[in-house]
Each structure stands twice: as structure tokens, then as C-alpha cells.
């Protein structure tokens, strides 16, 4: 999720026209309308198919872009990268999963987005979003993500298996981290009080007594605090495992062309910093021997659209955006 640019409007302009502030705010938006259009055309042809590459487990870091996985690597192994097929969550589900009968996969996750796909997408979907939730923090830890997705494998461990960890992306849950006055999050209109403020938006618009560099340290510490749970996950699970993210994230980087500041991860924005994701692969000894069946019924997936409302504010979506 990002800041989507507001939609531009003639009058809209002209009042800000005659208001300096508003004046900046509103040519910024307008450059970042131009940057995402601009990179539409100049994105690169070859996009990921996650289903079409070789895995038995995929774990996907919410929010990871490569660099960022490069810089916090802990495992021996030098990551490579792919092309996401979106910048933000729902794209990147729509364009992978949606309409396809992935029958022998079961799919373990925290992200708000996946009740928007098809029931019968999955053998079973497990969304941890209201069972895992963790009411202090706003967000399912990576702990509660590993512990829930071994105990899925050792019942079915003839299943392929995605897990979606909602880290690196924020609520940013470590020490740094929680310095920073963003949980409980508020995405109504913004206001003054910066403990009401959506991150991303107080960043850009200059309403945070923080520098971008501080922000960054906190996603970096996310990933950090989050890798030794993929470790742990990676070796108690047969076959080859993948470690990758559904999309990057803006931490204050010039777009172009025009040089203005991103932040977050708008929906069809592909940029380098949002769609160039990590690809590590891990063989822990044969593949996986894996069975399609009927679906079973979902986990959690049927929740309260409130629930899905709450949960998409706590981690910083607009609507469903």
C-alpha cells in the first residue's frame, strides 16, 4: 500500500494555486501521476509468474524490496531478483493467483488483501488476520506466521505451501521500530496530530519529526527480526524453498522522470524500488511429493468485512486500495 497521488482536477489545482502550501502538495501529486504513467511504458516486458517457477514453498516478505533483502541477508546464499507482476499487494495476487485452480497449495497468510480472491483459488487458504492478530503491535507477528504454517505442513505435508509474512511492511514491530509513533494507525483525513498520521503520507508531506533514513532503519529492523523465523520455518520443511515479496517500497527514492520523492507502494507504479522483489532459493534435500484434491473449506477467510476494513486500516491500506 502507498500514497496514491490524488486524482488531479483543474480546480483542485487552481485552488492550490493560490495557497503556497497546497501549491506543493498538489504539483508533488501531479509528478508522481507523471512518474507512475512514465513507468508503465518503461517497465521491463518479463514480469514473474510465481506459479510457473519451481518451488515447494514460497515464502513472500510483504513489502521487501531487493535491496533491502540484500543488505539484511542471513543466509549463505547470494538472493537473485525477479520482476513482481505488481507493486502493491492485490496486484500482485490478482496477477499470479486469481482464476487459476492451484489445488495442490495451501496458502497461509496475514495479508489483508487475499479474501479478495476466489474461494477455490486454493486446497485451502489459512488467514491468520483475525485468529493471530496482535491487538498491541497491529499486525501478525512473524512468530505466530511460522509456528501456524509448520502445524498446516505437518497435516497436510503433501501440499505445496505459501506463507505470507506481513514483514518487512509496517507496523514496524522492533525496538527502533516502536520509537516511532505510527501503531494503531488512523487513514481517515489527515490531521496535525502526528500520532494520528499514516507513515508514508507524514513523510511526504513533511507533518513527521522524522528523516527518511530513520524510517528505513525501522523496515530494515522488521526484516531483520523477521529472518530468523524464515530460517526456522526453511529448515524444518522437505524441498526446495523460495524466499521472495509480493512488491517493494518507497523510502523517500527520486522517481523519474520527473525527480520527486516516493513513498509507499502504489497500486501500478513500476518503478525499480517497487517491483524488483528478491529470489532466494533453498534445497533441503528431494521435492516435495504433492497431491491436488478439492478445496477444502478456508480458514478464516469468511471474516466480517469490518474485520477486513480494520485490519487493511491497521497496516496502512485506503479502503481497498
Request: net charge negative; proline share 6%.
Amino acid at each position: 500500500m502507498g500514497p496514491v497521488p490524488s486524482r488531479y482536477s483543474i480546480s483542485k489545482f487552481a485552488k492550490a494555486i493560490r495557497n503556497p502550501k497546497l501549491f506543493v502538495e498538489e504539483a508533488r501529486r501531479v509528478a508522481l501521476l507523471t512518474n507512475a504513467a512514465y513507468s508503465r511504458f518503461t517497465s521491463p516486458d518479463s514480469v514473474c509468474d510465481v506459479v510457473s517457477e519451481e518451488w515447494d514453498t514460497l515464502i513472500i516478505l510483504d513489502g521487501c524490496r531487493y535491496d533491502l533483502f540484500e543488505e539484511a541477508n542471513t543466509f549463505e546464499n547470494e538472493p537473485g531478483y525477479r520482476i513482481s507482476a505488481g507493486s502493491e499487494s492485490w496486484e500482485f495476487l490478482r496477477e499470479n493467483f486469481e482464476g487459476r485452480e492451484l489445488h495442490d497449495t495451501i496458502y497461509v497468510t496475514a495479508n489483508p488483501h487475499a479474501p479478495k480472491l476466489s474461494s477455490d483459488t486454493f486446497f485451502q487458504t489459512v488467514n491468520l488476520l483475525d485468529s493471530h492478530w496482535d491487538e498491541e503491535l497491529r499486525t501478525v507477528t512473524p512468530q505466530a506466521m511460522t509456528q501456524e504454517a509448520l502445524k498446516i505442513h505437518s497435516e497436510h505435508p503433501d501440499k505445496q505451501l505459501i506463507v505470507h509474512y506481513m514483514q518487512p511492511h509496517f507496523p514496524f514491530i522492533g525496538e527502533k521500530g516502536q520509537e516511532i509513533a505510527h501503531s494503531g494507525i488512523n487513514i481517515g483525513e489527515q490531521t496535525d496530530d502526528s500520532d494520528g498520521l499514516h507513515i508514508w503520507f507524514g513523510l511526504r508531506d513533511n507533518k513527521l519529526d522524522l528523516d527518511d533514513e530513520t524510517v528505513y532503519e525501522a523496515y530494515k529492523e522488521n526484516l531483520e527480526l523477521t529472518l530468523p523465523h524464515v530460517h526456522e520455518l526453511i529448515s524444518e520443511l522437505d524441498g526446495v524453498s523460495v524466499v521472495t515479496s509480493d512488491h517493494g517500497n518507497l523510502v523517500g527514492d527520486r522517481t523519474g522522470p520527473i525527480p520527486v520523492k516516493g513513498y509507499g507502494h502504489p497500486r501500478g507504479f513500476y518503478t525499480p524500488s517497487l517491483v524488483k522483489v528478491p529470489w532466494l532459493r533453498i534445497d533441503s534435500g528431494e521435492r516435495r511429493e504433492v497431491t491436488a484434491e478439492p478445496p477444502l473449506e478456508s480458514r478464516s477467510t469468511e471474516m466480517a468485512s469490518e474485520t477486513v476494513l480494520d485490519r487493511l486500516a491497521d497496516l496502512g491500506y485506503r479502503g481497498d486500495g
